[in-house]
């Protein structure tokens, strides 16, 4: 019914950047809000920074003044430029979307396979 795919992860050397993409794609009335988190190995999932259907944007502090998210509505998509990379920042990605889905009574979470992102040092 619904699909969430995230692209765009690989390996890059400390400094660098990295820009992921998110779509929904599917029997979507509407999509609200939009996260990115992260899981490194043997570490718990990690919530990296959201993002309203409206535009607001929330960061954690780890990623503060270093990565932003965005979003185009009409391409149902949320987009993660991630500057400055860190070694720390090494880990799968994963994109949580809202999505009220068409018939449904409200929206449910929906979350992609994840892209993983490797920075070396």
Do not use: H
């Amino acid at each position: 019914q619904v699909q969430v795919v995230e692209s765009g992860g690989g390996l890059v050397q400390a400094g660098g950047s990295l820009r992921l993409s998110c779509e929904a794609s599917g029997r979507i009335f509407r999509l609200n809000d939009m996260d990115w988190y992260r899981q490194a190995p043997g570490k718990q999932r990690e919530w990296v920074a959201g993002i309203a259907r409206g535009g607001s944007t929330r960061y954690g502090d780890s990623v503060k003044g270093r990565f932003t998210i965005s979003r185009d509505n009409a391409k149902n998509t949320v987009y993660l430029q991630m500057n400055s990379l860190k070694p720390e920042d090494t880990a799968v990605y994963y994109c949580n979307a809202k999505i009220w889905v068409l018939g449904g009574r409200s929206d449910n979470d929906y979350w992609g396979q994840g892209t993983q992102v490797t920075v070396s040092s």
